[in-house]
């Protein structure tokens, strides 16, 4: 008899461990769920570029080559923002050599090194760039800043070490490039070496200056097409252009270029007017603040250029 109540008692602390068991596995699925449902991204397109620091002119000094990252995104917004300010949804993220003609504002790229971006990501600072600039020819050498061994380590299967050592072989090399057609050539390193060691320092050109460019450069040379990247209707780019919910200045400038310049002198100065109603509500309500008249000021201007 009384070991049948020990049993008894045995399967009921059981039972009740299970139904704690149960109850934990079934709110860690509710948090789990709420968590992923949570994952929201906002509803306005970012545009950015950023240069690596290895700017460069040709003999002549009438063309530019660098190395630059594109991205277009879209920012995390509720829980997906923590702990730290989260992940964006990048919807392009791209590195690539590109040649600038200053004088006829004209922008081309040249090559891309996306397979690399897949591992060490856009950041220039884990990028390593020799560049050198002569005639029709660009020569390079490009390295993670981190040693190969780290990123074979930290492959996750397989075939992504498989890859990676692949890469390594390529990456470990020194390539010239024609800007015209655009083929690579394995170079040998010795003449690469010769080559930059002998660049003359007067082609180097600083960031800032290259940079300052750059902002004569539409959004469309930089392949960076807004509809093509986050569809909605022209109306939306439109509104969230000239009443600043859009907080990136390369979309607000794509939308002016790509959709606003379409419009007619009426639809325009229709524009302007209901920028300067917003403007001045704003103004009367005390709501202005500085960043939003610098903004507001580059965005009516640049639409203002347009008739």
């Known amino acids: 008899m009384e070991n049948s109540k020990k049993q008894k008692l045995h399967f009921e602390i059981i039972n009740f461990y299970s139904f704690l068991n149960k109850r934990f596995l079934f709110i860690l699925f509710i948090n789990l769920l709420l968590f992923i449902t949570s994952c929201t991204y906002s509803e306005y397109l970012s545009l950015d570029y950023e240069l690596n620091r290895n700017e460069t002119w040709n003999n002549k000094h009438t063309e530019i080559a660098f190395i630059a990252s594109k991205k277009a995104y879209r920012l995390p917004t509720g829980m997906s ?63 993670p800043n981190t040693e190969w061994k780290f990123w ?55 960031y800032s200056k290259v940079d300052s460019m750059l902002t004569e450069i539409q959004a469309a ?3 960076l097409i807004v509809q093509n990247i986050w569809p909605k209707s022209d ?9 600043l919910y859009n907080g990136s200045e390369m979309t607000r400038q794509a939308v002016t270029e790509q959709i606003i310049s379409k419009l007619n002198k009426e639809e325009i100065e229709k524009l302007l007017k209901k920028m300067d109603r917003n403007y001045n509500k704003l103004k009367e309500n005390d709501e202005l603040g500085y960043f939003y008249e610098e903004r507001f000021k580059i965005v009516y201007q640049r639409i203002k250029d347009l008739l």
């Open 81 to 143: 923002r923590f702990p730290d300010g989260g992940t964006p949804e990048y919807l392009i993220k791209e590195v690539g050599l590109y040649v600038l003609n200053p004088e006829k504002k004209q922008l081309t790229e040249i090559i891309n090194f996306n397979d690399l971006v897949e591992v060490i990501g856009t950041n220039r600072h884990r990028w390593v760039i020799n560049l050198a600039f002569a005639d029709t020819f660009i020569y390079y050498k490009i390295t």
């Open 152 to 206: 074979i380590d930290w492959a996750r299967t397989a075939d992504d070490s498989i890859q990676r050592c692949s890469m390594q072989k390529k990456y470990s090399k020194s390539y010239s490039v024609n800007i015209y057609n655009k083929k690579v050539v394995e170079i040998d390193s010795s003449f690469f070496s010769s080559i930059f060691l002998e660049y003359p320092k007067t082609n180097w050109i600083k």
């Open 221 to 223: 040379d930089w392949g």
């Open 235 to 243: 109306k939306e780019y439109i509104n969230e252009t000239i009443y």
